[in-house]
């Protein structure tokens, strides 16, 4: 019964710190550079998602990812001064840390916003960035089109145009059933 309740424990461990490491954040620093926006010479942690951001095509459209691939979104409510998603959203659609560093593709202006608890945002073109929780690996873009959270979801063009709901493999414009990872909320 004892190597039954160990090997119990040693699963829901491994589960656990997988969980935790695939969150995206990272204790990365990164440098401001002229794409940035920015003429600060100070770091800052990296961001759920890692601290370079670079253009990668995924299904037909050319989108921003982060440094581990993961796809970076955009939030239809937010401006280009203040993000909306916050408290249980923010769980789902992660921040993205700023200032992050262009990479290779990025072809717009990277910037930074304050959010209310006093962290900076990265923004791409004036859109706050997040990454989401419904994407278990690089090239997916699960949250694309989604319409939860209070707002649609959007991965980040490279152009900044909005992608057609049928463009991202698990988009679906008016229903979660199409990738939404079954969160409900």
């Known amino acids: 019964m004892r190597k039954i309740w160990g090997a119990a424990g040693l699963a829901a461990f491994a589960l656990t710190v997988s969980a935790c ?34 253009a990668k095509t995924i299904g037909s459209q050319q989108v921003l990812v ?40 990025v072809t717009g202006t990277l910037g930074t916003i304050t959010r209310s608890d006093g962290t900076k945002q990265a923004t791409y ?6 990454t989401y929780i419904g994407d278990k690996g690089p090239g997916q873009n699960k949250g694309n089109g989604l319409n939860i959270s209070g707002g649609l979801w959007w991965e980040m063009t490279v152009s900044g145009s909005t992608p057609a709901p049928a463009a991202g493999a698990g988009s679906t414009a008016t229903s979660t059933s199409g990738g939404g990872g079954g969160y409900g909320y």
């Not at 073109?125 to 997040?130: E, I, M, N, V």
């Open 21 to 54: 490491g695939s969150s995206g954040s990272s204790s990365a620093t990164t440098a401001n550079t002229p794409a940035a926006g920015g003429n600060s010479s100070s770091s800052a942690p990296a961001a759920a998602g890692g601290n370079t951001v670079t």
């Open 66 to 105: 982060d440094s581990q691939g993961m796809t970076l979104y955009w939030f239809a409510i937010d401006t280009p001064s203040k993000s909306n998603c916050s408290g249980s959203c923010a769980t789902y659609w992660p921040p993205v840390t700023g200032p992050v560093t262009a990479g290779s593709g």
């Open 125 to 130: 073109l004036g859109h706050p960035l997040y």
